[in-house]
Nanobody, 133 residues
Framework: QVDLVESGGGLVRPGGSLRLTCEASGRTLSSYTMGWFRQTPEKEREFVAAIEWSAKITEYGDSVKGRFTLSRVIDSRNNAKNTAYPEMNSLEPQDTAVYYC?????????????????????WGPGAQVTVST
């Protein structure tokens, strides 16, 4: 079992920046793909970014490419920090959503980075990000 908790959300003006964090408890996530997704009441959960276990491969959703950067913390001694966090820059009102940290264990080494929330086994309660004047 893995528990994930997001933090760092809030209200930011258009053009501003935010960094979200994700803390984990339970089993180690060192071999898991870490993904971030977002959702609004009007839309299905949307892929934001994901990074595979070694941090060598990162994928981004089209709507955030060039603005968001996903980084991975690899710390074998502290599983709570062994997740991934997005640096979100040049935020736009369309980025307003609840952001979810999710974890997925690939079926085999070298599997493509999962970009669908349906592939992820664990997720947190979400963090609200609001971009508004």
């Amino acid at each position: 079992q893995v528990d994930l908790v997001e933090s760092g959300g809030g209200l930011v003006r258009p053009g501003g920046s935010l960094r979200l964090t994700c803390e984990a408890s339970g089993r180690t996530l060192s071999s898991y793909t870490m993904g971030w997704f977002r959702q609004t009441p009007e839309k299905e959960r949307e892929f934001v970014a994901a990074i595979e276990w070694s941090a060598k491969i990162t994928e981004y959703g089209d709507s955030v490419k060039g603005r968001f950067t996903l980084s991975r913390v690899i710390d074998s001694r502290n599983n709570a920090k062994n997740t991934a966090y997005p640096e979100m820059n040049s935020l736009e009102p369309q980025d307003t959503a609840v952001y979810y940290c999710e974890a997925h264990h690939p079926a085999w080494a070298g599997a493509p980075v999962a970009t669908s929330s349906h592939e992820y086994e664990y997720w947190g309660p979400g963090a609200q990000v609001t971009v508004s004047t």
